[in-house]
């Protein structure tokens, strides 16, 4: 099994970038493939991107393809999200995921462990 621990998250001003990061534990990890969700009190987990085993094929969500940029490095056992031009509306808790898998997914359910997440709040 990987532990994942994100990091990053925090209180920015609309139009910063933020880069979120999340540290796996495992030597599984490098075969994996990661994903970015997020979640606003009271509505259901979203899709935010993922990235494949080896970095070579990444998705994200259509409304954010062009501020976001989901990236790896496996000789850290690390995944990031970059993310660029903020709004209030990306305001939310950020969950890393990983599959036991390599190849990318992009429900929840889908997913087989969890970090504990980390918030992003974003001033207007």
């Known amino acids: 099994q990987v532990h994942l621990v994100e990091s990053g998250g925090g209180l920015v001003q609309a139009g910063d970038s933020l880069r979120l990061s999340c540290a796996g534990s495992?030597?599984?990890?490098?075969?994996?493939?990661m994903g970015w969700f997020r979640q606003v009190p009271g509505e259901e987990r979203e899709f935010v991107a993922s990235?494949?085993?080896?970095?070579?094929?990444?998705y994200y969500t259509e409304s954010l393809k062009g501020r976001f940029i989901i990236s790896r490095d496996n000789a850290k056992n690390t995944v990031y999200l970059q993310m660029n031009s903020l709004k209030p509306e990306d305001t939310a808790v950020y969950y890393c995921?990983?599959?036991?898998?390599?190849?990318?997914?992009?429900?929840?359910?889908?997913?087989?462990?969890w970090g504990q997440g980390t918030q992003v709040t974003v001033s207007s």
């Open positions: 995921a990983g599959r036991n898998s390599a190849v990318v997914r992009w429900q929840p359910n889908d997913y087989d462990y």
């Open positions: 495992g030597r599984t990890f490098s075969s994996n493939a």
């Open positions: 990235i494949n085993w080896s970095g070579s094929d990444t």
